[in-house]
């Protein structure tokens, strides 16, 4: 999966894979990502782990500066959202190197 969102009891809520191939993949995941933390925070949960591909936490890290035009707002979206008054584990990685998450993802 490219990110997965779980509680603090390892409850996991969603997980996105790309195994479309598009162009504007990013895009997709970015709004989904957005639209699963607004869900999470109306569960007014105090903590949740999240897993993401290390090619869409490079980008979040690197803020909407640096995207392409599009994904700013996303990107601006997303970061705030994080940045609400929660605390959040981030996790990053390659799915394709680790077959136990991959499968469990699938699930």
């Given at each position: 999966?490219?990110?997965?969102?779980?509680?603090?009891?390892?409850q996991?809520?969603?997980?996105i894979?790309r195994?479309?191939v598009?162009?504007?993949?990013?895009e997709?995941?970015?709004i989904?990502?957005?639209?699963?933390?607004?869900q999470?925070?109306?569960?007014?949960?105090?903590?949740?782990?999240l897993?993401?591909d290390?090619d869409?936490?490079?980008?979040l890290?690197a803020?909407?500066?640096?995207?392409q035009s599009?994904?700013?707002?996303?990107?601006?979206d997303v970061q705030e959202?994080?940045?609400r008054s929660?605390?959040?584990s981030l996790n990053?990685?390659q799915r394709?190197?680790?077959l136990?998450?991959s499968?469990?993802?699938?699930?």
């Open positions: 999966a490219d990110f997965m969102v779980r509680d603090a009891d390892f996991w809520f969603i997980g894979t195994k479309i598009s162009p504007c993949m990013l997709i995941l970015l989904t990502l957005r639209e699963i933390l607004l999470v925070w109306s569960y007014h949960l105090d903590s949740i782990e897993d993401l290390r869409m936490i490079g980008e890290k803020g909407p500066a640096s995207c599009y994904l700013r707002g996303l990107v601006t959202l994080l940045n929660w605390t959040i990053y990685g394709s190197v680790n136990v998450a499968v469990l993802a699938f699930l």
